[in-house]
């Protein structure tokens, strides 16, 4: 099977997903979410079908779904300790994700002037949370660097020839998303409600992690 057969499915309940948080029905999210979650690790794992499917690219990308997937379960609760516990796993996402884009593409010189922009953009948006985060200064300031980590281990894959450009910027611009997501979750958290907070960090949250898998369907191309 294609693995885009299943991106309208990923849409339509994602789609299914914001309209449950817009008229909070609870019952609901807890559905959609981690369906949503589980159709974008199986858009990944589709991809072990193809004849030169490269099985430890899918593998690593899917450990990560899987560590986000637990992610998405915690943070449908409104505990403290469950808030935590999610804020772990999409760490531990992250440091599979950031692991798996330097084994296979490795690091390139372009990369240093990118680093320094992400370093610039994680630094003046921890400042602009730090009045808000109390206690949770010190784990957020980790997790801004291992995703900020994430994103330019990310940008590797646009340099490297084991990628070809569409997978390359399937991966960039899905971490991009992916941050961006994290950034909208963080402001509506610890700063203020969002307007459209739903529609914004689940589009962009599912957005970039949709792609992500999909580089896992492509990356076989680059080297058949």
């Not at 609760?77 to 804020?87: E, S």
């Not at 953009?121 to 949770?136: A, E, K, W």
């Not at 390359?168 to 307007?195: E, H, K």
């Amino acid at each position: 099977m294609n693995p885009l057969i299943l991106v309208p499915v990923v849409v339509v309940v994602v789609g299914l997903l914001i309209r449950a948080h817009a008229i909070r029905e609870r019952r609901q999210v807890y559905v959609w979410k981690p369906l949503a979650t589980l159709l974008v690790i199986a858009v990944a794992a589709l991809s072990l079908a193809q004849p030169s499917a490269r099985p430890l690219y899918t593998a690593a990308l899917l450990v990560g779904l899987s560590f986000s997937l637990a992610g998405d379960v915690a943070l449908m609760f409104d505990a403290p300790k469950a808030f935590l516990t999610g804020l772990v796993c999409f760490l531990l996402a992250h440091v599979v994700y950031s692991a798996t884009f330097v084994t296979f593409a490795g690091r390139y010189p372009q990369q240093i002037a990118i680093a320094a922009v992400v370093a610039a953009v994680g630094v003046l948006f921890y400042r602009y949370l730090y009045p808000g985060l109390g206690q949770m200064r010190l784990p957020v300031a980790c997790y801004a660097f291992v995703i900020s980590i994430m994103v330019l281990a990310a940008t590797g894959t646009l340099f490297s020839s084991e990628f070809t450009s569409l997978q390359g910027w399937l991966v960039t611009i899905g971490a991009v998303l992916f941050y961006v997501s994290d950034m909208i979750l963080a402001v509506n958290r610890f700063l203020r409600p969002l307007r459209n907070y739903a529609l914004a960090n689940l589009s962009t949250y599912y957005g970039g992690q949709l792609l992500i898998a999909l580089s896992a369907a492509y990356f076989a191309s680059a080297l058949s």
